[in-house]
């Protein structure tokens, strides 16, 4: 597995954003997906949302290459003397009436309260813009993971209905404590630490010695050797080979791609979980490979993650599995259940 080269570095951007932000700027790998982007710094890979609105993506996985991407976070904010929340509103919400809502998510019941040097939580706003005909609800889903929050959405962009017509943009406050610069920041050098383990690992399974090559064959005696004018004798005829189809890739899978998978295998029962993962890891980069064996592929390396108790990144790799493979089920009597619950909140994301 080849190391994967983390550039981010933080620092106070006016981002493509409708504000001002404290975000990390990353460069993603050519083979990385845009949920894996979210899963490495939000600890979720549903919030891949933030960034395709954070960067002007579509609903794709994809990241464009070359591409650098914008991580926004939610972030503090220390007061200045001769500043109030209408001022700090209006410079970061875009509005100075947003001051209620820096009150409500700082929890402070009296503005007097608020002195310099006091730190309030500032979100990180995103430009929705309506594909067609959308509720507040539909937006809320989106960005929340509920409904709850379309009164606020209402309230937030000073709107009259509940409804949005195809074009609408309104802004929406991210307000996330998983999303907090701190976390974030923390969780990519979480990350970055994993990621130089696996490489170890992969260097150790690189330099691990092979089987010995096999002895050269010994050349027939003369005696066995055929005679000039002897005829020789034709090989027994067999039946034809079976002609391959479209799909035979996915029939039957090739033996240079199970090796390694068999290979995995043992080590995950020989609880060498982190070697195992970095297998797994190179099979599943360098190559596209048949469902069957990407599905083994997924499904081991997810089991091996939950061992190495980095739960969210098992939890991404079954619901790849499950996009390749929407049928798919774990046997409860053989699987842990610590294997099994992962594998149900990714089935009950797709």
């Known amino acids: 597995m080849t190391m ?20 990390l700027n990353y460069k993603p790998q050519p083979e990385e997906s845009l949920s894996r982007v979210a899963q490495m710094h939000y600890g979720d890979a549903r919030k891949v949302v933030y960034l395709q609105a954070a960067n002007g993506l579509g609903d794709g996985d994809n990241v464009p290459r070359g591409n650098t991407l914008w991580v926004p976070t939610v972030w503090k904010y220390r007061i200045k003397k001769g500043e109030d929340l209408a001022q700090i509103a ?8 947003r001051a209620d809502f820096v009150l409500w998510l700082n929890r402070i019941g009296d503005p007097k309260d ?3 040097g006091t730190e309030i939580q500032i979100p990180f706003l995103l430009n929705h813009r309506a594909s067609g005909a959308q509720s507040l609800a539909d937006v809320s889903r989106r960005y929340y993971f509920n409904t709850r929050q379309a009164p606020l959405l209402k309230k937030f962009n000073a709107r009259k209905t509940d409804t949005l017509k195809a074009g609408e943009v309104i ?4 307000y996330d404590p998983e999303a907090a610069f701190e976390k974030v920041a923390e969780r990519v050098k979480v990350f970055k630490e994993q990621e130089e383990r696996a490489a170890k690992a992969a260097l150790k399974l690189v330099a691990k010695p092979g089987p010995a090559p096999a002895p050269p064959e010994t050349p027939p005696s003369p005696a066995e050797r055929p005679q000039p004018g002897t005829p020789h004798e034709a090989p027994a005829e067999g039946p034809e080979p079976p002609e391959e189809g479209p799909d035979a890739a996915n029939a039957k899978p ?5 090796k390694p998978l068999d290979d995995a295998t043992e080590l ?16 599943l980069e360098q190559k596209p490979l048949p469902r069957e064996v990407e599905g083994r592929a997924r499904e081991l390396l997810a089991s091996c993650l939950v061992a190495l108790d980095r739960p969210g990144e098992a ?3 079954f619901v790849r599995l499950l996009m390749i493979d929407p049928e798919r089920t774990l046997d409860v009597k053989t699987t842990s259940p610590k294997i099994l619950e992962v ?6 994301r797709r």
Not at 90 to 97: A, T
């Open 4 to 23: 994967r080269a983390l550039t981010c570095k933080t620092t106070l951007l006016l981002l493509l954003l409708p504000c001002a932000a404290v975000a």
């Open 268 to 283: 995950y029962l020989a609880g060498d979980f982190e070697l195992a993962a970095a297998n797994l890891s190179q099979l």
């Open 114 to 116: 608020i002195k310099p």
């Open 343 to 348: 594998f149900r909140r990714a089935r009950g």
């Open 171 to 174: 802004q929406v406050p991210i």
């Open 315 to 317: 939890e991404h790799e």
């Open 90 to 97: 209006g410079r970061y919400l875009k509005d100075p009436k």
């Open 254 to 258: 090739a033996p240079e791609d199970s």
